[in-house]
């Protein structure tokens, strides 16, 4: 990645932090206690008409191997 890139990147990922500040903390919250084997991740998003779609997934010992080999590239 070029430092062009890498500059836009970061300016991108402030604006976020500044538009979210708390999913930054509720992502170190996370990583803080660890995601374990059967844990269960939800996810939920709301359409401005108020529609909902959800899901959830149990994590398995694979995706953990898969989150720590992206983790370590």
């Avoid at 500044?18 to 660890?34: D, I, M, T, W, Y």
């Avoid at 269960?40 to 959800?54: F, H, L, M, N, S």
Wanted: charged share 25%; glycine share 6%.
């Amino acid at each position: 990645m070029d430092i062009g890139n890498m500059m836009k990147m970061t300016m991108a990922w402030n604006t976020f932090q500044k538009n979210h500040p708390k999913f930054p903390a509720f992502c170190q919250a996370v990583l803080n206690k660890g995601v374990r084997v059967d844990s269960i991740i939800e996810i939920a998003v709301t359409t401005p008409e108020g529609e909902r779609i959800e899901t959830n997934l149990k994590v398995k010992q694979g995706d953990l191997d898969l989150l720590n080999s992206l983790k370590n590239k």
